[in-house]
């Protein structure tokens, strides 16, 4: 073919007409440049040379206002955050663990490593005496403002191996407990220690492993379960001495700056006084078992107690958002859990419905939010903390059981996400949630 068309070009004729023509002789020669090109391997390199050009600037371009919208981001962020660092350095806002000056341990007369032994050897039997380590429904409302007396009841209602609700004796209690014996009284006598403090190492914010909480809250279970079968026999003493014990527990965590150990501590306190009130339905009390009684309960208290723990709440804050930014495994691990969740019944529920994020959706979620909004979602957070601050002042310094009431706090709801990941996620956690603690401690 391309034989045929070169000899019809060379003979000047013209592919309509067959003839020489002055029309044939330019074809002639167009085709004659055409194939020297092709020929050489040419043709069109001009054009793909101005294609590359404009694509490199289009593409440096967009480059450009990536660069910039990070760098306006980033850059806003920061301003943000260092503005109201300021403003609250101003007001004499303490905002490092050293300024705050943190409780030291004391050593001596210090109970909390006795205290964590016996509760291991607790831990341990739970899984044979479930009905001992609080495996039983405690306080039930009959009527508004009425609850049964376990004392009275003729057994207690605790889950059996099958997951479901079943009767047990009285006498099978008192056999799980007497199991128990040993590291119970080993709990009694620690907690008869004036210190109970344990070490913690702030500086790790999010990392901070707290296994103590669990053994706490497991301890008081035991000693509730102890308290309730000494009612039942009619001991009070001992009664008064297991109630006693869950009082002194709510020192343990007393000197923790963390809103967690708080709430922990209010768990602790709602066995003991449950327990307290199953105790004071029984007949037989005596002046000096109350007065022992009212005295072990009007020592704690949690107003003071929580403004410090929010003091150091909103300094962890700026601790936490600094090992998020450093730490891409920690990082990934707390946003992972806030793609598609819903603030519902004070607590924030994932979306079992949709599936877990992928590794490419996480990965650009994350490394987008250290880029672009981490220094904005680090100053909404420490504006929660002082809002919660500010409202836990005010109550330490009424005295006042009044309800509290919280002013509007920063709308959490943003519209900016990826893959159904909330940007601002850190200071989502610690809206609501925060204030929900704050709210359970304080009321």
């Known amino acids: 073919m391309l034989r045929g068309w070169t000899s019809g070009a060379v003979s000047g004729v013209d592919d309509v007409g067959g003839c020489l023509s002055p029309f044939g002789l330019r074809s002639y020669q167009h085709r004659t440049r055409v194939f020297a090109r092709l020929a050489s391997g040419t043709v069109s390199t001009g054009r793909i040379r101005r294609s590359i050009v404009i694509l490199s600037k289009t593409f440096c371009v967009l480059l450009g206002i990536l660069v910039l919208f990070v760098l306006e981001e980033n850059i806003r962020g920061w301003v943000s955050l260092h503005v109201y660092l300021h403003q609250l350095r101003s ?16 050593d001596e007369k210090n109970g909390a490593a006795s205290l964590m032994a016996a509760a291991a050897d607790l831990h341990a039997l ?76 702030y500086s790790q914010g999010l990392s901070l492993p707290l296994p103590h909480l669990n053994e706490a809250r497991n301890v008081a279970r035991w ?30 965590q007393k000197n923790e700056r963390l809103v967690v150990s708080q709430l922990v501590r209010k768990t602790i306190g709602e066995i003991g006084l449950t327990m307290t009130w199953e105790a004071l339905k029984s007949p037989g009390w005596n002046d000096a078992q109350l007065t022992r009684l009212s005295e072990a309960w009007r020592a704690e208290h949690t107003f003071s107690d929580m403004v410090r723990v929010t003091e150091v709440a909103r300094t962890l804050t700026l601790v936490d958002f600094d090992i998020l930014r450093r730490q891409r495994s920690v990082r990934r691990e707390l946003m992972a859990n806030t793609f598609d969740v819903v603030w519902e019944y004070d607590q924030w529920v994932r979306n079992e419905s949709r599936p877990l994020p992928g590794k490419i959706r996480l990965f650009l979620a994350s490394e987008l939010w250290r880029l672009l909004w981490s220094y904005q979602d680090e100053c909404r957070a420490l504006h929660y903390r002082e809002t919660l601050l500010d409202t836990a002042r005010k109550v330490e310094k009424r005295k006042s059981w009044a309800p509290v009431s919280l002013p509007p706090a920063i709308n959490d709801s943003d519209g900016r996400s990826l893959g159904r990941a909330r940007f601002y996620f850190s200071s989502m956690l610690a809206g609501p949630g925060s204030e929900q603690a704050l709210l359970r401690i304080l009321s």
């Open 91 to 106: 007001q004499g806002e303490k905002l490092t663990l050293a300024e705050l000056e943190l409780p030291k341990v004391r």
């Open 126 to 201: 739970s899984h044979t005496c479930p009905l001992a380590s609080g495996g039983f429904v405690t306080m039930k409302l009959v009527a508004p403002g009425q609850a049964r007396v376990l004392r009275e009841q003729p057994a207690l209602t605790g889950q059996g191996s099958n997951g479901l609700e079943q009767a047990y004796e009285w006498g099978e209690l008192s056999r799980q407990l007497d199991r128990a014996a040993i590291p119970l009284q080993q709990c009694r006598e620690a907690l008869r220690q004036p210190s109970l403090d344990l070490d913690l190492d």
């Open 223 to 252: 000693l509730g379960s102890a308290a309730l079968d000494n009612i039942h026999e009619g001991n009070l003493d001992e009664a008064v001495t297991n109630i006693v014990a869950i009082a002194s527990l709510t020192r343990f």
